[in-house]
């Protein structure tokens, strides 16, 4: 793929992907169709130079492929008719200057529709983060699966049976009624951000950066919902410190300790920047007190921790979570001690969550109850993935016995 039609296809496969979707009603039928006028870019724009409208020229080109195979594949009557209205879709949409910003308009409502398809709640939730990277981002099969850490034949399978559950199920290619948004959005939001969380924890700066596009997507296309902008403002505010967070050996860097010289502060500043819209919103939601932690953090030091713990609070009265308590309970620790702390981690079931035995182990550690911590800081080493985090852990129990 040449270089001008691999920016294009980082920008605008989704928004191919959604109008043909549109057009046609077939998945499986709109992603061939964007992937045969891809392919044909690749072999003109290097002769014939790239076009005023490369989106507009792909999705006309992917119409006009798809009725092409329709009337190659057909045996029966419906497949001719199904070309024919094609066509004249296509006839009277063209992309020209005089109807491009109408276009723009349609074609924004249907990546809107498409994410909620997506993100269907009928659908398991590995399967809306897989067809959400597959349908909007463009990745490959092989990209997702090794993402994830799944087989390529297993991501190839999850795919096609959320395409067919979409099929059968009759799930509306629509955006859901004012009455359904509310909890249709949450589930939206928890796929982008599962992405974000998988690419940060990898690490994969790849996905990190996919979670963000697909982030200021859904700012863009619903700028009046305040835990949109809250979810872009929090990865935004996370990923600015991914420089800082492991040295150049690889070792982990615990936030305290971060050479903050290394952090993107115009993309710090963009994270304050939208955590303040936010707040002139006044309707709060987990992920903007999230965000307004995290903007507390990144702040000019030292940290107030008076104030993180005032957020936790505000966050448990929205969304009292087990991990939100948890990370409360560090607050606690930093304003009250440990002790205080400890007493509210213990009353937390997360036996599974590394996360847990870290906290609890580094509470303990704080009392001096070394032999206590040292065996939290192994089962939390059992259970964490990440090899820099895994290593962090292990040198925090060696120096429980120096």
Known sequence: MTEAVARVFAREYGRAVAVLVRVLGDIDLAEDAVQDAFTAAVRTWPTDGVPPSPAGWIITTARNKAVDRLRRESTRDDRHAAAARLHADSAESQWTEKNEEDEEDAVRDDRLRLIFTCCHPALAPAARVALTLRLLGGLSTPEIAAAFLVSEPTMAQRLVRAKNKIRVARIPYRVPAEAELPARLRSVLAVVYLVFTQGHGAPRADLCAEAIRLGRLLVELMPDEPEALGLLALMLLTDARRAARTTADGRLVVLSEQDRSRWDHAVVAEGHELVRRCLRRGRPGPYQVQAAIN????????????????????????????????????????????????????????????????????????????????????????????????????????????
């Open 295 to 402: 903007a507390v953090h990144t702040d000019t030091p030292p940290t107030d921790w008076w104030q993180v713990l005032a957020l936790y609070d505000q966050l448990l009265a929205i969304a009292p979570t087990p991990v939100a308590r948890l990370n409360r309970a560090v607050a606690v620790a930093e304003v009250h001690g440990p002790g205080p702390a400890l007493a509210l981690v213990d009353e937390l079931d997360l036996p599974d969550y590394p996360v847990f035995h870290a906290v609890r182990a580094d509470l303990l550690a704080r009392l001096g109850r070394a032999d206590e911590a040292a065996g939290a800081y192994a089962r939390a080493e059992e259970l964490i993935g990440n090899p820099a985090e895994r290593d962090h852990l292990r040198r925090a129990r060696e120096r429980l016995r120096a």
